[in-house]
């Protein structure tokens, strides 16, 4: 209920659905941005209170990730995240605490801190060249690639080269099968629309089995991660020499501030969310923005040639040409606007909280829909056309500052992966677009339907045949 003078349009009453009941269909960010927009942003009324609201317009995202981040810093969990008490110890899932705090420092100055990265750039770089090197023999074979696939084991092994300097998507290991495996399937029960999370007089009864299936898969996952620390103690005091000293791992056995505030537990959990949600993130963005180019080719081409002129006669690029490349990082800003990992950040009102003069309830849930807000005709123009063009010149970024593009998120809960995340995906697309033309396997153009789970990942994984690049 308005409790001030609105800026919202008015708008037929807003739905009164019961409880917690939202219209989550199988695309909820197309449906909550189509129900923001009908019915105004407030979604859900219990005694007149508000109890759900959806955030469709930069305004409002403002008011929620910056001017009331304090009350709306927390997150409503889904039901399957309870899962070995994940809602208590993952990293994005518990309230703003001590040990939030704890997460978040150890991965700003010991995972993504600029002089961190800086160091461990060749390792990133050792695995494009290796990503190259498949794709080179499929260009060579005329064969097409499995892009989702590929960018999914080259961001996985990035990712554990840092962690652990160990390659986690080695087809040929056993361990590396087993944890992309488990980690693929945390992913996808994750995202699976959850009865219990609706009513929840049903979470008792699992009803779907989501919840079981999550304790096995998560279970797994945190044995192997178990394994890998234990094996790493042990080598630890049987040939220190031999042990890796510059990875995160190393520093969270051995600095002693870090031993006293975090349990061997917590660590775990801390290291099945910066895999799970470091890969999926990252390879899905760089799968659309495989998809985008390859439906423009006269954009591809711009790209290209921008390649070309910045790397000159070097042959692979470095993670220092990302600032001359001026295009590739507009499309990379214009694949995020069309298509946000996580379209929903998901928030909870901590205390009563006026947004939009509207006043929200303690507990209330909060929807940033980053993808609706993307789209928005009243901050971009022809929202649904891809032109990376509109970022030239443009002092947009995504870094949470501005509102009408937020596919980091925003305020206290910003995604800390993103120092991380911004050189995986210009370093990948960069290199797979220098080296290589494209062309999609069936002649036609790329099918960008999406799929919603826990990211938005594209229903139809994109294949596409390389030849070796001759643009001059
Ligand atoms: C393209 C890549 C990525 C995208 C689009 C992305 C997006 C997001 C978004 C939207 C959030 C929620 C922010 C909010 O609620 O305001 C988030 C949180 C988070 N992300 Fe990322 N992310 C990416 C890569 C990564 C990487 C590489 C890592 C780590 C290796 C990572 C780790 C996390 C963590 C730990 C959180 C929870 C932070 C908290 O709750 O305090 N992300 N990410």
Redesign the pocket.
């Known amino acids: 209920k308005p409790t001030s003078t609105s800026n919202l349009p008015p708008g037929p009453k807003p739905l009164p659905l019961i409880g917690n009941l939202l219209d989550f269909g199988d695309k909820p960010h197309k449906s909550l941005a189509t129900m923001a927009k009908v019915h105004g942003p407030i979604i859900s009324l219990k005694l007149g209170r508000v109890t759900a609201v959806v955030v469709s317009s930069s305004a409002m995202a403002k008011e929620v990730?910056q001017t009331n981040d304090q009350f709306l810093c927390n997150r409503v969990v889904p039901e399957a995240l309870t899962a070995h008490s994940h809602d208590q110890l993952g990293?994005?899932w518990i309230p703003v605490s001590p040990l939030?705090r704890n997460y978040?420092k150890i991965?700003n100055n010991k995972l993504f801190a600029g002089k961190i990265l800086d160091t461990n750039e060749n390792l990133r770089r050792k695995k494009v060249e290796e990503l190259v090197e498949i794709v080179r023999k499929s260009a060579l074979k005329g064969e097409a690639v499995n892009l989702g696939r590929l960018a999914f084991a080259t961001t996985l092994n990035l990712?554990s080269n840092t962690i652990f300097s160990v390659d986690l998507a080695d087809p040929n290991s056993e361990l590396a099968r087993d944890f992309k495996k488990y980690v693929s399937a945390i992913m996808e029960e994750a995202g699976k629309p959850n009865l219990s999370d609706y009513f929840p007089v049903l979470k008792k009864l699992d009803v779907q089995g989501i919840r079981k299936r999550m304790e096995i898969h998560m279970g797994n996952v945190l044995k192997l991660l178990d394994s890998m620390i234990k094996q790493r103690i042990i080598q630890q005091e049987l040939n220190p020499d031999s042990v890796p000293n510059n990875d995160l791992l190393h520093y969270l056995l051995t600095n002693e501030e870090i031993q006293a505030e975090i349990d061997q537990n917590q660590m775990q959990q801390l290291l099945l969310?910066?895999f799970s949600?470091?890969s999926d993130?990252?390879s899905s963005?760089l799968q659309w923005a495989m998809a985008l180019l390859l439906n423009n080719p006269e954009k591809l081409k711009k790209a290209q040639v921008e390649m070309k002129q910045v790397l000159g006669k070097k042959k692979l690029m470095e993670e220092a040409d990302i600032p001359r490349l001026a295009y590739l990082q507009a499309v990379v800003k214009e694949t995020f606007r069309l298509h946000?990992?996580?379209p929903l950040?998901l928030r909870k009102a901590q205390e009563e909280v006026k947004i939009g003069g509207f006043t929200i309830c303690k507990d209330a849930r909060v929807f940033v829909n980053?993808w609706a807000i993307g789209r928005d005709p009243m901050s971009w123009e022809n929202p649904e056309c891809f032109e990376p063009e509109r970022f030239l010149g443009s002092e947009i970024d995504v870094r949470g500052r501005n509102f009408e593009l937020v596919?980091?998120?925003?305020?206290r809960?910003?995604?800390?992966?993103l120092p991380?995340?911004m050189r995986m995906?210009h370093l990948m697309l960069g290199s797979l677009i220098s080296f290589f033309n494209w062309k999609v396997e069936d002649g036609f153009k790329v099918n960008m339907e999406d799929k919603f789970g826990i990211t938005v990942d594209m229903a139809h994984p994109l294949r596409a045949i390389p030849s070796l690049n001759d643009v001059e």
């Not at 596919?407 to 305020?411: Q, W």
């Open positions: 990730l990293f994005p939030w978040r991965c990712l969310v910066l949600a470091g993130t990252t963005t946000p990992a996580a950040l980053a596919p980091f998120g925003g305020g809960r910003i995604c800390p992966g991380l995340a995906l």
